[in-house]
């Protein structure tokens, strides 16, 4: 075997050979496997890294819907209040325009009584007036039915003449019972507009 030593200065021998080869072999598998086994190595350290960060991602994706679904709700709730906002400021609206609408037509009713109360006023005036010329042109007609009454009494009183006498005393009879029938008419008219005044 000394002679297959190739320090020797000779020729390797088969056995040399094959030994030599082993080694290369043995070698070559060595730094496969150890770089496998370093691979493996980075592998396990990114498994437990994305392990040990996954809970992390999580925690973080979970987070961010709260924060989405909380802001949601946040939309929502301003929704209801500006809702409840608007309704109240529609509801105010509304009472104002009733209470203005409310005052002006009691505005309205106090000025249509000052109004009937004045034109009330001015009939019962007018009504007042009118029942004075009236009462007036009765005294009038009394007083003129009474003259014509003293004046046939002192005609009867003196006796005049029988014919003139019948004669006139017909004549003033019927002059007479015309005066009295236009002063009941007169007489009439005058309480049918009393009456009628009092009504009012």
Request: aromatic content about 2%; charged content about 30%; overall charge negative.
């Amino acid at each position: 075997m000394a002679g297959d030593d190739p320090r020797n200065g000779s020729i390797p021998g088969p056995a040399y050979l094959t030994t030599e080869e082993l080694r290369r072999d043995v070698s070559a598998l060595r730094e496969i496997l150890q770089a496998r086994l370093d691979g493996m190595d980075r592998a396990s350290v990114v498994l437990s890294e994305t392990v040990n960060r996954t809970p992390t991602v999580i925690q973080t994706e979970i987070t961010h819907v709260r924060e989405l679904v909380a802001e949601r709700f946040d939309s929502i709730s301003q929704q209801f209040r500006e809702r409840d906002v608007r309704t109240e400021n529609v509801a105010k609206a509304s009472k104002e325009a009733l209470d203005a609408a409310l005052l002006a037509a009691k505005e309205l009713v106090a000025q249509q009584n000052d109004a009937n109360a004045a034109t009330s006023e001015k009939t019962e005036q007018s009504t007042t007036k009118q029942i004075d010329q009236i009462g007036s042109r009765i005294d009038t007609m009394q007083k003129a039915f009474d003259d014509r009454l003293t004046e046939l009494k002192e005609r009867i009183d003196r006796g005049e003449g029988s014919d003139s006498g019948a004669a006139s005393g017909r004549s003033e009879q019927r002059l007479n019972v015309s005066q009295v029938i236009a002063a009941l008419a007169v007489l009439a008219t005058v309480i049918s507009i009393i009456l009628y005044a009092t009504k009012k």
